[in-house]
Nanobody
Framework: QVQLVESGGGVVQPGDSLTLSCAASGIQLNTFAVAWFRQAPGKEREYVSA????????WRADSVTGRFTISRDNAKNTVYLQMNRLKPEDTSVYYC????????????????????WGKGTLVTVSS
């Protein structure tokens, strides 16, 4: 059974940092591109960042550029999202998703149908 499990969410203050993890089981992530999405209450899902299957190419939304960094450790079958200088508007449920076939990632990758989704982890940024 394929599972993507997000972890690392929590309640932090503005300006703090968090690192989210997306751990895979049942698949070898080294053949999948992985994306992070987020969805705040009452808002549409937002495509935040993505990384290709080898970790050579990454993409970030303008809203997080300079603050969020995506990375992967294929030996650990895990993808990370390092989030710095968090803002209240970053408050959301964060989801990871994986797409096989070694796709090219970029600004339109988030519109593609993903093969696997996690259940999300909640990040709350509040003073």
């Amino acid at each position: 059974q394929v599972q993507l499990v997000e972890s690392g969410g929590g309640v932090v203050q503005p300006g703090d940092s968090l690192t989210l993890s997306c751990a895979a089981s049942g698949i070898q992530l080294n053949t999948f591109a992985v994306a992070w999405f987020r969805q705040a209450p009452g808002k549409e899902r937002e495509y935040v960042s993505a990384i290709d299957f080898v970790g050579m190419s990454t993409w970030r939304a303008d809203s997080v550029t300079g603050r969020f960094t995506i990375s992967r450790d294929n030996a650990k079958n895990t993808v990370y999202l390092q989030m710095n200088r968090l803002k209240p508007e970053d408050t959301s449920v964060y989801y990871c998703a994986a797409k096989g076939g070694k796709p090219i990632i970029g600004p339109y990758f988030g519109r593609e149908d993903m093969d696997h989704w996690g259940k999300g982890t909640l990040v709350t940024v509040s003073s």
